[in-house]
T-cell receptor, first 115, second 115 residues
Framework: GNSVTQMEGPVTLSEEAFLTINCTYT??????LFWYVQYPGEGLQLLLK?????DKGSNKGFEATYRKETTSFHLEKGSVQVSDSAVYFC??????????????FGKGTKLSVIP | DAGVIQSPRHEVTEMGQEVTLRCKPI?????LFWYRQTMMRGLELLIY????????DSGMPEDRFSAKMPNASFSTLKIQPSEPRDSAVYFC?????????????FGEGSRLTVL
């Protein structure tokens, strides 16, 4: 079946530090890959996505590259801010053909950024 | 624009009581999803609807859980009877997506505590 594995948190960084959150996946075919973010007390929201191998998704200074050879989609940011403190979820949609829709999430990685 | 609206935001009830969670999706969205979030199991898809029709309810944990979508602007998730292990945050999400773009719009969640 399809699955997503994320590094376990929590991750605590100082402001302006470099961030990497690892994500690997298992899926048949060519899934689309996503990072969602959940700020405290809120629902999840889409941060970035990539739909084919070697694509790079980017948003708000975050980046992730779809690596099919390593089945990975690691999230990176060069300089984190306190406002980036949140829970980050890696997710995938398998190649579905017609009529199927299922977003599979990892368990989430909590990031805390301290001033 | 109004996002996905869930109610109640918080619910505390006693074991054996009926619980009804409500969701109003974004107008024009034809997919609606119910997720459950716990520390132990992360984010789990319970059921999703397309054009008010349940498509996949394989994530519904047991017969105590039921979900309905009587029209395009309203859905309910009911637990009867509730048990302490049902304590979780329940998210509703909606989408106008069909295949692969993966952008779901989440509500702020309903935090359920069953004593």
């Amino acid at each position: 079946g399809n699955s997503v594995t994320q590094m376990e948190g929590p991750v605590t960084l100082s402001e302006e530090a470099f961030l990497t959150i690892n994500c690997t996946y298992t899926a048949t075919g060519y899934p689309s890959l996503f990072w969602y973010v959940q700020y405290p007390g809120e629902g999840l929201q889409l941060l970035l996505k990539a739909t084919k191998a070697d694509d790079k998704g980017s948003n708000k200074g975050f980046e992730a590259t779809y690596r099919k050879e390593t089945t990975s989609f690691h999230l990176e940011k060069g300089s984190v801010q306190v406002s980036d403190s949140a829970v980050y979820f890696c997710a995938l949609i398998p190649y579905s053909g017609a009529g199927s829709y299922q977003l599979t999430f990892g368990k989430g990685t909590k990031l805390s950024v301290i001033p | 624009d109004a996002g996905v609206i869930q109610s109640p935001r918080h619910e505390v009830t006693e074991m054996g009581q009926e619980v009804t969670l409500r969701c109003k999706p974004i107008s024009g969205h034809d997919y609606l999803f119910w997720y459950r979030q716990t520390m132990m199991r992360g984010l789990e898809l319970l059921i999703y609807f397309n054009n008010n029709v349940p498509i996949d309810d394989s994530g519904m944990p047991e017969d105590r859980f039921s979900a309905k979508m009587p029209n395009a602007s309203f859905s309910t998730l009911k637990i009867q009877p509730s048990e302490p292990r049902d304590s979780a945050v329940y998210f509703c999400a909606s989408s106008t997506d069909t295949l692969g773009t993966g952008e779901l719009f989440f509500g702020e969640g309903s935090r359920l505590t069953v004593l």
